[in-house]
């Protein structure tokens, strides 16, 4: 059982900047692929960013290439989403996700449905 705990969101204007992080639980979070996804009212969950088990692989939503980076920490549990050149745009909740994997990142890491564990999630809003 892996618990997550998002935090770092907020209000910021637009072309600002915020850091998420997501701290989890357990001791074989190492084990896990770390996934950021996001969801804004009326629509589907979708994709940000995934980071593969040790950090050496990560793969982005197009939306949010060269704006955002996903990191992790495996001595300290988190993973974070570090989100520059903020858009009115990127307003959702966002939530973290972890999915058994390794250093290999499959395609399907991309969809929700791949994570077995969430969090409660985070608001971010971007003003215009």
């Known amino acids: 059982q892996v618990q997550l705990v998002e935090s770092g969101g907020g209000l910021v204007q637009a072309g600002g900047s915020l850091r998420l992080s997501c701290a989890a639980s357990?001791?074989?979070?190492?084990?896990?692929?770390m996934g950021w996804f996001r969801q804004a009212p009326g629509n589907e969950r979708e994709f940000v960013a995934v980071?593969?088990?040790?950090?050496?692989?990560?793969y982005y939503a197009d939306s949010v290439k060269g704006r955002f980076t996903i990191s992790r920490d495996n001595a300290k549990n988190t993973v974070y989403l570090q989100m520059n050149s903020l858009e009115p745009e990127d307003t959702a909740v966002y939530y973290c996700?972890?999915?058994?994997?390794?250093?290999?990142?499959?395609?399907?890491?991309?969809?929700?449905?791949?994570?077995?564990?969430w969090g409660q999630g985070t608001q971010v809003t971007v003003s215009s």
């Open positions: 980071i593969s088990s040790s950090g050496g692989n990560t």
């Open positions: 996700a972890a999915r058994t994997g390794g250093e290999q990142i499959p395609l399907y890491a991309t969809t929700p449905v791949s994570y077995r564990y």
């Open positions: 357990g001791r074989t979070f190492r084990s896990y692929n």
